[in-house]
């Protein structure tokens, strides 16, 4: 999941996405953290307009678990929104591979 575009980029951001997970408490940083934990849970989540979306529980470098939902556009991957995770989805989380 760590295949860069020509210019080098992973993460597409722009200001709606930006703005979007910041509203909801986290920055971009700690979204891309997050999608790429080695121990992340993802799983297939919903379509919009023929566009697929994944939804997936990773942790960032502190240890803070998040919720995430983002796209893949090309090479790039698009977070759509992104969240703590709650309480059970943090122990679902902790739980993965046992």
């Given at each position: 999941m760590s295949t860069k575009d020509e210019d080098g980029t992973l993460f597409d951001w722009d200001e709606g996405n930006v703005s979007h997970v910041r509203d909801n408490g986290i920055e971009p940083h700690e979204a891309e953290e997050a999608v790429l934990d080695p121990g992340?849970?993802?799983e297939s989540a919903y379509?919009?307009?023929g566009e697929r979306r994944w939804a997936l529980l990773?942790?960032?470098e502190p240890g803070d678990v998040l919720f995430i939902v983002y796209t893949r556009r090309g090479s790039r991957i698009r977070v759509v929104t992104g969240r703590s995770a709650s309480?059970?989805?943090?122990?679902?989380?902790?739980k993965r591979g046992k």
């Open positions: 992340r849970v993802s379509n919009i307009s990773g942790a960032t309480d059970r989805e943090k122990r679902r989380y902790r």
